[in-house]
Nanobody
Framework: QVQLVESGGGLVQAGGSLRLSCAVS????????MAWFRQAPGKEREFVAA???????YYSDSVKGRLTISRFNAKNTVYLQMNSLKPEDTAVYYC????????????????WGQGTQVTVSS
């Protein structure tokens, strides 16, 4: 059984920063591509960022330059450093994993966390 647990969400004013963490159980973590998605009420789940086992990253244009995904394989943890936050970033953020190369479609990922709320005020 693989479990993903997100943490680090909260309320922050526009321009502020947060760091989300995703702790993953399982000995195969280093072989997984990991990603962050987000979902606002009434909207489809949206791709944010992803990282391969090798460290290669890919970002949505809407967050490029502001959000950074990274991973620390020795701790089975993936991070999302969020800087210069905007109200449009408000959403529930989900950590996801898949065995293989990174993808941008939510239906490509097998494992999901429960989500953590990020709220950015004006």
């Amino acid at each position: 059984q693989v479990q993903l647990v997100e943490s680090g969400g909260g309320l922050v004013q526009a321009g502020g920063s947060l760091r989300l963490s995703c702790a993953v159980s399982g000995r195969t973590f280093s072989s997984y591509a990991m990603a962050w998605f987000r979902q606002a009420p009434g909207k489809e789940r949206e791709f944010v960022a992803a990282i391969n086992w090798s460290g290669t990253t890919y970002y949505s244009d809407s967050v490029k330059g502001r959000l950074t995904i990274s991973r620390f394989n020795a701790k089975n943890t993936v991070y999302l450093q969020m800087n210069s936050l905007k109200p449009e970033d408000t959403a529930v953020y989900y950590c996801a994993g898949r065995l293989g190369f990174l993808k941008i479609g939510s239906n490509e990922y097998t494992y999901w966390g429960q989500g953590t709320q990020v709220t950015v005020s004006s």
